[in-house]
C-alpha cells in the first residue's frame, strides 16, 4: 500500500529556515515524479515546487523561487524541502505528492489532479 509520511514541520521565526522531509513507501520511487504542495487557512492547495524522476530537475512557484530547494534521494526513498528566509506567509499545511506518470510541461507539474499519491500534511507556521 503507498504511503507518503511528511515529517519536519514545526514552529519557526520570519527570516528562519525549516526542513520537511517525506518518506515514501509501497510506490516505485525511482517511477515517480515528486512534489510539494500547501494550503494555507482559507485558501487554495498550491503548488510550491517539484523534481523530476530524471535528471533530478526542480521546478518551483515564483513565491518560493531562490528561498526553497526540492530534493530526493532515490536510495532510500525520501523527498525533501529545504526552506529558507521564511515569512508568515508561508504559513500552511504543507503536503508531498508522487506521480507515477510522466508528466510534461509546467501545467501538468502544477496539476494536483496529475499526483495520485499524497501525504496527510505536515504544518509549517512562521512567526513574525
Known amino acids: 500500500q503507498a504511503q507518503l509520511v511528511e515529517s519536519g514541520g514545526g514552529l519557526v521565526q520570519a527570516g528562519g529556515s525549516l526542513s520537511l522531509s517525506c518518506a515514501a513507501t509501497?510506490?516505485?520511487?525511482?517511477?515517480?515524479?515528486l512534489a510539494w504542495f500547501r494550503q494555507a487557512p482559507g485558501k487554495e492547495r498550491e503548488f510550491v515546487g517539484g523534481i523530476t524522476r530524471i535528471n533530478n530537475l526542480t521546478y518551483y512557484a515564483d513565491s518560493v523561487k531562490g528561498r526553497f530547494t526540492v530534493s530526493r534521494d532515490n536510495a532510500k526513498n525520501w523527498l525533501y524541502l529545504s526552506m529558507n528566509s521564511l515569512t508568515p506567509e508561508d504559513t500552511a499545511q504543507y503536503f508531498c505528492a508522487a506521480a507515477s506518470s510522466f508528466l510534461v510541461g509546467m501545467a501538468a507539474v502544477i496539476r494536483q489532479s496529475t499526483y495520485e499519491y499524497w501525504g496527510q500534511g505536515t504544518q509549517v507556521t512562521v512567526s513574525s
Open positions: 509501497g510506490i516505485t520511487f525511482t517511477n515517480c515524479d
